[in-house]
């Protein structure tokens, strides 16, 4: 009977050598949306490879820790950027108060409202969205309107709900569909917080997530499709939304680029929200865009709420 055995190195290498795959892979992201799942998971890379490098120094395994070094740098230098300030210099005045917003994809199958509602008195933002908000979701936060008198929503027994709650008054505010009329509701909402501040638009949003080429695609032409709303504000833009997309994504690269925002990560790490609880998984998924006339001046993941999505405050 033939056997087959294989050694630590052994295992070592083989593990390395597939993370260098998936590195490779990553890279072909906008020819395959299976390919493009591999982008999201560049600092686990980074990681992994930087750790069977120093190993295998220590094995005196020279080429394979020299490989796989060049690799965990190639994916350091990707991730990098996220803990510089970003030098983008934006038009605000020093007169104007700061809000903050609060970004939380709560899961449709949560049922403990009670965290949401203690993030909510803790953080005291001014402006709260809601994804995968259902009917039983905005009947317990209903006693929310007696702070946050402003807002709209559109609840859903399925993963795409979305509310708006502020305390702003709203000069307008719609329900619209990026994409086809099938897209899932998102919101566009003008504000302003104070007669010294001028106006900005806000826009919440939650695209398919693309776990096939339908949804893939259906989840691109959202994104296009905000892209193109954003470019046709006049006022400065605030988005907010679980993108099902992480920052090394050639897509998410596409909709800066097509609609000038600004990743409010920049200079605030790394940031993963997603999926709370599995921390080797962990990836940044949900998104704070902004455009000039807006300034980012903190941003945080908040604390677990009992959905699989961490909050984001800005």
Known sequence: MLRFSIGFTGLLTTAGILACLATLTSFAGQVWWGFELATHFRAQYALALGGFTLILLALRQWGWSALFGAFALLNLALIAPVFWEDNYVTSVSKNQAPLRALLANVNAENRDSERLQRLIATSDPDIILLLEATPWLLDRLRNLGQHYPHGMSEPRDDPFGIALFSRHPLTQSRIVRFGDAASPPAIVATMTATASTRPFTLIGVHPWPPVSAGLAEGRNAQLRALASQVRQSSLPLLVLGDLNI?????????????????????????????????????????????????????????????????????
């Open 246 to 314: 992480s920052p090394w994504s050639p897509w998410f690269a596409r909709l800066l680029a097509d609609s000038g925002l600004r990743d409010s990560r920049s200079g605030h790490g790394l940031q993963p929200s997603w999926p709370a609880g599995w921390w080797p998984l962990w990836i940044p998924i949900d998104h704070a865009l902004f455009s000039e006339g807006i300034q980012i001046q903190h941003r945080e993941i908040g604390p677990a709420i009992g959905s699989d999505h961490y909050p984001v405050i800005v």
